[in-house]
């Protein structure tokens, strides 16, 4: 082994440049796979980030129109909810399922006031438990408990964007200032009572601003919102995390049959789609999934055409050397050297300078994306209504590298071996004659 | 006998086929001092490359120490060459990035021998031929006659059955060639090896102890020689 590598460094030092130039196309070829990989993952991180606080296996539901008449009744129906569609929503067979049951009510279009200042306001009927099963931050103070729907209190948890509204500040007022700092102000709110629409509600609880939108949402107890704005038994929607559907198929036959379960218990037809809204976070992220790994592939193929011109441009070139060293291939046979010893000779020339200036584009590749890493912390898009973080963590992880190890050497055989085939069959006496 | 050649016929392909060895038989025993003759064309080097195991043949018997060669796989006559066969050629063929010690080192790389033995045979050989200071150097700094001598040891350093020298003195001065037909016929007399030289110089010939003539792709006549007195001008036979 010593010899063979012996052997390859004294030809590698003859063609200093052309090595250099060869192995700086492999460089480059890894290190653009790297570099995409890199900002590959930095974009898929980012949008995995955004939808990263939304619980991965749950359901929403809520009451819409129908469409079909049924049961004597005409299309064009409202459909509410009711209490009794989260004990049907437990009920055999989704039991098997299904773990826990939300239910929220709303209530928009609605002021918040404190002192002088003044903010729209979306009042969010909920439970105790709503709290993890959206998976809200809470940064200050406290959630609602089951003390405070008991006893109806008129306490509220808002977002620490609202919070700082209502105390006065903003953006613009505290340029400068981190998201962190900026947050902390909001602290003050804690603990005072805030109007909505003439009813005083105390803050206890900020919550870390929701970048999926939907404005200003403040928290109470649902019974709390039941009782003020007399809604009943009423459900604007239906919240259950569930288990055990691994599939898409599973997941749409789950949905059909707790659709239909539901529109025959509120008089719809059972094949009507539109009686009630169906969401499903869980296909979602399963469809979202499989664009990441649209995206992720497609950067792999890109990344390998690359290397492919670097590839191409190794075995080129050991194609160039093999021809200029037909003579001393020759001698070689003459003097007894086996058709397969110089095969491997070549093939190990081929993947030795693939795999060593791969392995130095593969570096560099690794330092930008550090790079990378370090100038884009937390790039955030501000569209106004929410924001959005489109750039994070662009780095490639171990297995990349592995993966890309094991590419390099294959890469390297591929380039050797038409080259490493001619040497193995140079017919010695024709060699021997070419001077 | 160490060589035997039974009708040995080798025919070229082409647009025209080329008759190029019509049927040639010799016998070569072990220690035989033996020039092969002829002009160009007259297939003396075609006979060579067989005898070499570089070329096949299309048919006939070919057999060295009572083994068959023939239709050999690429890695079957690349070992019986290591191991059974010598070669120096008119143009040295040293590798040019390898210093004189490594070139004799090579066949012996390819039979697997470990380094130090390696070196330590190459070492003994191109001390017999008076090169050891030389050991270091590049084909490119040593003279013509030098070369050949560290081609003879690289020939030499597998302790083969057959010499077989290709013009060996053909890029040499007339002084140099001299020397380089003595050691031949030195290591003729000492060793016992089996030397065949291919050459179309009479005065190379005059060297050996039998002088095999080809002439158009048949042998000729086979003369002894062994009292030296074929004349280097090509006055008494065959000769040009």
């Given at each position: ?139 200050y ?27 006065g ?62 809604r ?42 539109n ?96 790079y ?11 569209v ?52 | ?5 039974r ?130 150097h ?26 077989l ?5 053909g ?26 030289v ?5 005065g190379?010939?005059?060297v ?33």
């Amino acid at each position: 082994m010593k010899d063979l590598l012996q052997e390859i460094w004294s030809n590698l030092r003859r063609n200093k440049l052309r090595t250099c130039l060869t192995g700086f196309a492999v460089a480059w070829g890894i290190f653009m796979l790297i570099l995409l990989l890199g900002a590959g993952n930095g974009l898929i991180h980012g949008i995995e980030g955004n939808s990263g606080n939304y619980m991965a296996n749950s359901i929403n539901a809520w009451g819409r129109t129908t469409t079909l008449p049924w049961d004597g009744l005409k299309e064009g129906r409202r459909i509410s909810l009711k209490d009794e569609d989260a004990i049907r929503t437990k009920e055999p067979p989704f039991d098997a399922y299904v773990d826990e049951v939300a239910t929220a009510i709303y209530q928009s279009g609605l002021t918040a006031v404190y002192g002088s200042e003044y903010t729209n306001s979306f009042l969010m009927g909920v439970e105790p438990g709503f709290a993890a099963m959206e998976k809200l931050e809470l940064m200050y103070g406290r959630f609602l408990s089951d003390l405070d729907m008991r006893e109806q209190r008129k306490v509220v948890v808002m977002g620490s964007n609202e919070a700082r509204e209502l105390l006065g500040t903003s953006d613009a007022r505290e340029a400068g200032l981190s998201v962190r700092e900026k947050a902390r102000k909001a602290r003050k709110l804690i603990g005072k009572f805030v109007n909505i629409n003439g009813i005083p509600f105390q803050v206890v609880g900020i919550i870390r601003p929701d970048e999926r939108g939907g404005g200003s949402r403040m928290y109470i107890p649902m019974s709390t919102l039941r009782t003020l704005y007399r809604r009943g038994d009423t459900v604007d929607e239906l919240y259950f995390s569930f288990h055990g559907l691994k599939t898409k198929e599973a997941n749409e036959a789950f949905e059909q049959a707790y659709r239909k379960k539901l529109n025959l218990a509120h008089r719809a037809a059972p094949n009507d789609n539109n009686a009630i809204g169906i969401w499903n976070r869980f296909t979602m992220n399963m469809e979202m999934e499989g664009a990441m790994g649209i995206i992720r592939t497609a950067l792999w193929i890109i990344g390998i055409l690359t290397l492919l011109s670097g590839i191409v441009g190794v075995s080129n070139i050991m194609l160039i050397s093999v021809k200029e060293r037909t003579h001393e291939l020759g001698i070689r046979k003459a003097i007894g050297a086996t058709p397969g010893s110089l095969l491997r000779l070549i093939l190990t020339e081929s993947v030795l300078v693939t795999g060593f200036f791969g392995y130095v584009g593969m570096f560099l590749g690794v330092v930008a994306t550090e790079y990378l890493d370090k100038i884009s912390q937390n790039m955030v898009m501000d569209v106004g209504l929410f924001q959005m973080t489109v750039f994070k963590d662009p780095t490639v992880g171990l297995g990349v590298c592995l993966g890309a190890t094991l590419l390099l050497v294959i890469a390297g055989t591929l380039a050797g071996l038409a080259p490493a085939r001619r040497a193995a069959h140079v017919r010695p006496i024709e060699a021997l004659r070419a001077e | 006998m160490l060589i035997e050649l039974r009708d040995v016929n080798k025919t070229y392909q082409g647009a025209q086929p080329l008759h190029v060895l019509k049927g040639i038989d010799l016998d070569i025993d072990r220690g035989e001092f033996v020039s092969i003759m002829g002009a160009s064309g007259s297939g003396k080097s075609t006979l060579l490359n067989i005898l070499g195991i570089l070329d096949g043949y299309d048919s006939g018997e070919y057999r060295i120490d009572g083994t068959l060669i023939k239709d050999l796989s690429e890695r079957q006559a690349a070992e019986y060459r290591n191991r059974m066969i010598g070669f120096i050629f008119q143009s040295y063929n040293l590798i040019g990035f390898k210093t004189a010690v490594e070139n004799v080192e090579l066949p012996l790389f390819y039979q697997g021998v470990p380094r130090r033995e390696r070196h330590r045979r190459a070492m003994e050989y191109l001390d017999r031929m008076g090169l050891t200071d030389w050991a270091g150097h590049y084909p490119n700094e040593m003279s013509g006659g030098q070369k050949q001598r560290v081609a003879i040891a690289r020939a030499l350093v597998t302790k083969p059955d057959i010499i077989l020298a290709d013009e060996p003195t053909g890029a040499l001065d007339s002084k140099t060639s001299v020397e380089i037909m003595e050691l031949l016929r030195e290591l003729n007399r000492k060793d016992r090896l089996t030397i065949i030289v291919v050459t179309h110089e009479s005065g190379v010939a005059n060297v050996t102890d039998k002088i095999v003539h080809i002439k158009d792709g048949v042998i000729g006549a086979i003369e002894e020689n062994s009292r030296h007195d074929a004349s280097p001008f090509g006055e008494t036979t065959l000769m040009k």
